[in-house]
């Protein structure tokens, strides 16, 4: 960020930026995350209500893990501090002008999802085959993917660590199930919605309590519904393994049993629709 120069103080419309600091116990890294609000109002609009949202860029987190679902060897890695984080410890005011990308801005997330794929597609003559995959496997900031072979997941792991480097990213914060890779990539490196909570959450909309009030023994009497897509090989004894599922809370007004049955068949309908796409 730079500083402001005294005399544009005043003259121009400006929004001060209040922060929250979000404590993570227990972190490995960044345990204190400051997370702006851009939503704050105070004589007029917010800085979100001025700012552009942009479209939606981010891929489906159900493709991207059926997806990963394929590979023998799992490979996930996050990008280190892909939103800019500001901590100004100077005792005198000072006013500052953002030069980065902020947390807490409804346009952000927007701009990192149209940032990240756009350096990936300059980097495709160098890494082809690591583009093609990462270009369906990043959810924001996360890269969930993985290999068939320890060496097609060690070869993923140093291209997408050397592209996302050259844009300024650095992807750490490394995951997978194989033994040989992790200590591999350790030694290059430095130094996981439950279905009833849904349902309790709705009870407690539901009951009007306030979120500063104790808890009461609140009734979870809703229902829910589900859907489950298994695989099954027409060979041998024809195992059918599991692909997929997805679970609702039932809507708060009450249903007759027939239309929740056609509720649930068309959420059935929607996460096969999802799950041939993905495999096509």
């Known amino acids: 960020m730079k500083q402001v120069p005294e005399p544009e103080i005043g003259h121009n419309k400006i929004h001060y930026l209040s922060y929250n600091a979000v404590i993570r116990q227990g972190k490995e890294t960044t345990e204190i995350c400051i997370v702006y609000v851009a939503s704050a109002t105070s004589n007029g609009a917010s800085r979100n209500e001025s700012l552009h949202i942009g479209p939606k860029l981010n891929q489906q987190i159900l493709e991207i893990l059926l997806r990963f679902r394929f590979y023998r060897i799992a490979l996930i890695a996050d990008i280190e501090k892909a939103f800019h984080i500001i901590n100004n410890k100077e005792p005198k005011m000072k006013v500052f002008r953002f030069r980065r990308v902020v947390i807490g801005a409804a346009s952000s997330p927007t701009l990192l999802n149209a940032t990240v794929p756009n350096h990936m597609e300059g980097c495709e003559e160098l890494f082809p085959s690591t583009v093609a995959q990462l270009m369906f496997s990043m959810y924001v900031d996360d890269m969930v993917c993985g290999a068939n072979t320890e060496s097609e997941a060690y070869t993923s792991y140093l291209e997408s660590k050397d592209m996302l480097a050259r844009g300024g990213f650095n992807l750490h914060k490394f995951i997978t199930n194989n033994v040989n890779l992790l200590n591999k990539i350790h030694e290059r490196e430095t130094p996981t919605v439950i279905i009833e909570f849904m349902i309790f959450l709705q009870e407690f909309n539901k009951s009007g309590m306030n979120l500063d009030e104790p808890l009461t023994?609140?009734?979870?009497?809703?229902?829910?519904?589900?859907?489950?897509?298994?695989?099954?090989?027409?060979?041998?004894?024809?195992?059918?393994?599991?692909?997929?599922?997805?679970?609702q809370v039932a809507p708060i007004n009450a249903q007759t049993i027939p239309r929740l049955k056609l509720i649930e068949a068309l959420l059935l309908s929607c996460l096969m629709n999802t799950v041939t796409q993905t495999y096509e």
């Open 217 to 247: 023994d609140l009734l979870l009497e809703s229902t829910a519904y589900a859907a489950v897509v298994y695989l099954v090989i027409n060979h041998g004894v024809r195992p059918a393994k599991f692909v997929s599922s997805k679970t």
